[in-house]
Nanobody
Framework: QVQLVESGGGLVQPGDSLKLSCAASGFVLDYYAIGWFRQAPGKEREGVSC????????YYKDSVKGRFTISRDNARNTAYLQMNSLKPEDTAVYYC?????????????????????WGQGTQVTVSS
């Protein structure tokens, strides 16, 4: 059974950090591009970051550049999203997703239709 499970969300204050994890089971994460998306109440799901399977190239949404870092540990079959200097506007449910035959770089804007496997999401709330 193909499954992605996110963890690491929570309630933090502005300026704090969180590290989200995305653990895969039932398939080898190494073969897939990994995307992190988020969805705030009343808004569409948006792509935050993406990392390729081939060479580890990455994409970041402009508003998170310099603050978020995506990574993957293929030995652990897990991907991560390190989020620093969090802002209230980062508040959302964060989802990880796996996509086949994708190349993530600054020319690619993650599209939910490109990702076939999704986790259940983890809530991130940034508030003072």
């Amino acid at each position: 059974q193909v499954q992605l499970v996110e963890s690491g969300g929570g309630l933090v204050q502005p300026g704090d950090s969180l590290k989200l994890s995305c653990a895969a089971s039932g398939f080898v994460l190494d073969y897939y591009a990994i995307g992190w998306f988020r969805q705030a109440p009343g808004k569409e799901r948006e792509g935050v970051s993406c990392i390729s399977s081939s060479d580890g190239s990455t994409y970041y949404k402009d508003s998170v550049k310099g603050r978020f870092t995506i990574s993957r540990d293929n030995a652990r079959n897990t991907a991560y999203l390190q989020m620093n200097s969090l802002k209230p506007e980062d508040t959302a449910v964060y989802y990880c997703a796996a996509g086949d035959s994708l190349y993530c770089d600054e020319t690619y804007s993650p599209d939910t239709r490109d990702f076939g496997s999704w986790g259940q999401g983890t809530q991130v709330t940034v508030s003072s």
